[in-house]
């Protein structure tokens, strides 16, 4: 009788022991990361994700959150609308994540914003788009049209003295969008637009804009095409015409423009990142980033840094409101600021950031080179009602 | 209207240096070899390979013609051989082996644009007009190919037996000319031409795991409106690839994004031969 009892009181303690360090362990705080790791946007989702899991592992080597660990949380969306349905149903409902955060095209975001608005967790978006996105549950730390247009425009019309200008986009929303908004900025600061042309997003054939834009002889070319394919052969097509033109782009981006050679020099770029941002936190993110990936390390960008800065975002509101409870947890995402790699980011501007914002030009290497940076760049009315 | 003609006439011969190898499979075999596009991606990646290795850019051009005359010798014994009944399976079989190819290549580099050295920079001027000099390079190419191509199959015997399969297979291997060799030297043939194209291109197109694919939508259409005649598919090339120019010219890219495909299915409702004059 007595031997059975010490069993049972071993047992126990042995239960009690193993369920405390259950609560410990097995209540890790779970961030949910839809990304295209097939699609259009695989090519760019390795450094998103490397971006997130070095966010990730600071936060937790630093204690954690309220005691908790923090843990991703991976689906692919297939860059598209119907894959997004998918990870966001299978994060939000199955896996129970506490937060999406989504470096995804528009068209996935759109698909997933009800799936957030039924589950009602916090969300943040971390991709540049074309604006005016609401939900009551997202922020968002890109940029938006009004923060890029009037730094390209601007420039080549004041350091150029550009008047004339040639608008080239890839024909979807984002593209339309952004190079809409570039010919009523160009109206406005009275100059001229001389064309304003758009290829399907898979096109392949530039050659009849390329001969319109040489007949018409622009001053300065603005493109907008979608990242990736679509910016190499437009800018080799055009670079093969002997078209030299000031030339600045809104999509492309510092790995593809290495990968154009001399074709890409004198590009002019715009962001809120570029590895040659000369800054302390900078410099500490990119030795994080080696440090954790070594030779593997993806080439940190205009899409992966935002994820970075939102991961650390969220941790910080969580930390300000002392729960991961979802309306507090928003609500705190509106006030905290973080000082990352891109400067300091607080999304306070109707759920939207002010941002530096960098100007670039590529050199004969290859390589991206900043020109001018300009702090605290407003994001406008973007959403006034919430 | 001088720039619009340039434009047409070196889209047209680039139009053709991309379908003729599809359309020299097509004649002989009577089928679609959906591995056009990847074999296609393959030159690139050859001209990829020859810049990484700090080699003459043209080199690559010779060096893809190797890699896809491997590799569709390869496909040939190992896969298509088995279909030749089949020509709706040899769709589905080249459309499998592209993707592979796609996924190999994946695999090897990445997903991302690789860089690969245009063999000429530069303009020179036509009639007052500047114009890339690399695009005039690819219309005296294109016609050098094509007379070539129509050269080996007229006055070679190899030529002739080619022509008697075209013409009758049946006939032909009862008046003993193994069908069997020719249908694999040409699809050897057909898909080192598709490299070649692959590689010809890279100045002017984005090197990626898909670069072919975009290719391989107007290169189908043209042969399917050329029938099996190296002489149809110039006139089809010129006609589309004209009608692509002044539609993208005059009502939008767009829009002209679409013209081949619409103009051949249009032509294939009007006259089911095509260009084809047999």
Known sequence: MKESMKKISVLLAITALWAGSAVAEDHPIVLGIPVGLSGANSVVAPSVIQATELAVSEINDTGGLLNRKLVVEVADDASGAAGAQKAYDSLVFQKKVDAIIAMETTAARNAGLPIITRGQIPYIYTSFYEGSSCNKYQHIDAWVPQQMVSLMVDYFMKDHGAKTFFLVGSDYAFGRGLLGDTNKYIAEKGGTLVGEEYNPMDATDWTAIVSKIRATNPDAIITSTAAGAPNVTFTKQLRSAGITANYGSYALDEGTAKTLGPDAEGIYLGGTYYTGIESEKNAQFLKALHAKFGEKTETPNELSVPQYDAVHLYALAVKKAGTTDTDAVVKALSEVTFDGPRGPVKMSKQRHAPLTMYLAQVNAQGDTKIIGSYANVDPGEQCPNL | ?278
């Open chain 2, 1 to 278: 209207m001088v720039p619009v003609l340039l434009d047409l006439i070196t889209t047209a011969a680039i139009l053709y240096i991309v379908s003729s190898g599809l359309l020299l499979v097509f004649g002989v075999m009577k089928l679609i070899n959906f591995a056009h596009g990847g074999l296609m991606t393959l030159g690139g990646y050859a001209a990829v390979i020859a810049t990484a290795m700090g080699l003459n850019p043209w080199i690559g051009i010779p060096l893809a013609a190797i890699f896809g005359g491997i590799v569709g010798l390869g496909m040939e014994r190992v896969v298509v051989r088995s279909l030749y009944n089949r020509p709706l399976d040899a769709i589905l079989a080249t459309w499998g082996l592209s993707i592979i190819i796609g996924q190999i290549i994946t695999l090897v580099f990445d997903r991302g644009v690789h860089f690969a050295e245009p063999p000429i920079r530069g303009v020179i001027s036509v009639l007052g007009e500047p114009y890339s000099t690399y695009r005039l390079i690819l219309t005296a190419l294109a016609l050098l190919l094509g007379l070539g191509l129509t050269a080996a199959l007229r006055g070679t015997s190899l030529g002739l037996s080619t022509r008697a399969v075209i013409m009758n297979e049946d006939l032909a291997r009862g008046l003993g000319i193994n069908s069997g060799l020719v249908r694999s030297i040409t699809f050897t043939l057909g898909s080192g031409l598709a490299a070649v194209a692959g590689a010809l291109i890279t100045p002017l197109s984005s090197v990626d795991p898909n670069m072919g694919v975009a290719w391989l939508i107007s290169a189908f259409m043209l042969v399917l409106v050329s029938g099996s005649s190296l002489f149809s598919l110039a006139v089809a090339s010129v006609v589309l690839g004209g009608a692509q120019v002044v539609v993208s010219n005059y009502f939008g890219s767009v829009l002209g994004g679409m013209t081949i495909a619409v103009l051949a299915a249009v032509i294939l409702r009007i006259r089911p031969q095509g260009f084809s004059y047999e």
